[in-house]
């Protein structure tokens, strides 16, 4: 069975700190990728980054990386510069494709960590 | 460039009653998925559809199903409404290829009393 751990349900930082959220994941693909999302009070889910997993490199998108740990199966969300406009909902997200082949994958989300940033 | 749509926005429905949800995928992507998402929760895979055809389906019963068009439109439908079917109802597009990332829509509320 594939999870998507997220171990801190809620955080706050101060606006222009850095915040880091945490998630671990269990998966039997051997290629795979895995995401953050995030879901502002407006609701709409939004893709903030993705890392491959075959790439040791960790993503960075602007504010947002991630540490990608393969053999912990780690896969952190390092914030910088908080705004206000980062407060959200945060889910990490593992991909799991068909068994049946081809492209078609489902989402797998952890539970969320809901982080406030303070003024 | 449309995003994802959803419609409509909220919707209340009592016990027993059936309901249609619409989902207009992003212009150029042919795949749509569902999610349920329980207030406090994380989004539920309900099922996916690909070329018309339900392609992988989640922990759901048969009250749930869906459809898509040709136009890559689809629409979930949910019978016998129960109390626990409260929830927002996501759903997503994604272009059908590897690790394509999808693409969601900002929901729909769905409230039984």
């Known amino acids: 069975a594939q999870t998507v751990t997220q171990s801190q349900p809620e955080m706050s930082v101060q606006e222009a700190e850095t915040v880091t959220l945490s998630c671990t994941y269990d998966?039997?693909?051997?290629?795979?990728?895995l995401f953050w999302y995030k879901q502002p009070p407006s609701r709409q889910m939004i893709l903030v980054i993705r890392?491959?997993?075959?790439?040791?490199q960790n993503a960075t998108e602007n504010r947002f990386s991630v540490n990608f740990q393969k053999a912990a199966k780690s896969f952190s969300l390092k914030i910088s510069d908080s705004q206000l406009g980062d407060t959200a909902m945060y889910f990490c997200v593992s991909p799991l494709w068909s068994q049946a082949g081809g492209s078609n994958y489902k989402l797998t989300f952890g539970k969320g960590t809901l982080l406030t940033v303070n003024p | 460039d449309a995003g994802v749509t959803q419609s409509p926005t909220h919707l209340i429905k009592t016990r027993g009653q059936q309901v249609t949800l619409r989902c207009s995928p992003k212009s150029g992507h042919d795949t749509v998925s569902w999610y349920q998402q329980a207030l406090g929760q994380g989004p539920q895979f309900i099922f996916q559809y690909y070329e018309e055809e339900e392609r992988q389906r989640g922990n759901f019963p048969d009250r749930f199903s869906g459809h898509q068009f040709p136009n890559y439109s689809s629409e979930l439908n949910v019978n016998a409404l129960l109390l626990g079917d409260s929830a927002l109802y996501l759903c997503?597009?994604?272009?059908?290829?590897?690790?394509?990332?999808?693409?969601f829509g900002d929901g729909t509320r769905l409230s039984i009393l």
């Open positions: 998966t039997s693909e051997n290629n795979y990728y």
């Open positions: 890392q491959e997993a075959y790439k040791q």
């Open positions: 997503a597009s994604s272009f059908q290829a590897p690790n394509q990332p999808q693409h």
